[in-house]
């Protein structure tokens, strides 16, 4: 099994580019979360879906979007990217409710300048 | 506003002794407690986790311990060996979100 799937690992943008971070998982999961890692900050939630059709903001959503049209995919749009957006970002999924184990991606790593 | 607080930042310990990391958190409405450990250049994976209705929970050479009066939970980590060399995070889930500690790179010299 795949997994949690994370493309691409790698990206750099310039100011003000757009782009989308994508999440796809395999385990018919219901609860899909987005994170950034940041040193000295731990992980951060981003936004979070409950299921299909319905998301929420978790701590951090500024500059960020969300859709979740499938079960299976989720990906994190960053509409005008800004040089504080330099991270990693993880995607997580885990069974309906979130409280059990949270199955991580490889993460990708942004590089805004 | 931190919700976890996790400490130590790191942690260096030699081969065979023990590693306690400690995180103290606010809020008292969770449901579950994970630690996460994570590998460079890997996303964090589950190494063990509490329920509120838990004092104790071991697996092998991990064991989290939850003093809920104290509004703290610790791991620790047995005979530790150069493989635990990693960051690890302390989280909790509440209300549909799960909130992570800072993390705690762990070095363990053979």
Sequence with gaps: ?113 | QQQVKQSPQSLIVQKGGISIINCAYENTAFDYFPWYQQFPGKGPALLIAIRPDVSEKKEGRFTISFNKSAKQFSLHIMDSQPGDSATYFCAFHTGNQFYFGTGTSLTVIP
Excluded at chain 1, 59 to 84: I, K, Q
């Design chain 1, 1 to 113: 099994n795949a997994g949690v799937t994370q493309t691409p690992k790698f990206q750099v943008l310039k100011t003000g580019q757009s782009m989308t971070l994508q999440c796809a998982q395999d385990m018919n999961h219901e609860y899909m979360s987005w994170y950034r890692q940041d040193p000295g900050m731990g992980l951060r939630l981003i936004h979070y879906s409950v299921g299909a059709g319905i998301t929420d903001q978790g701590e951090v959503p500024n500059g960020y979007n969300v859709s979740r049209s499938t079960t299976e995919d989720f990906p994190l749009r960053l509409l005008s990217a800004a040089p504080s957006q330099t991270s990693v970002y993880f995607c997580a999924s885990s069974y309906a409710g979130g409280n059990t184990e949270a199955f991580f991606g490889q993460g990708t790593r942004l590089t805004v300048v």
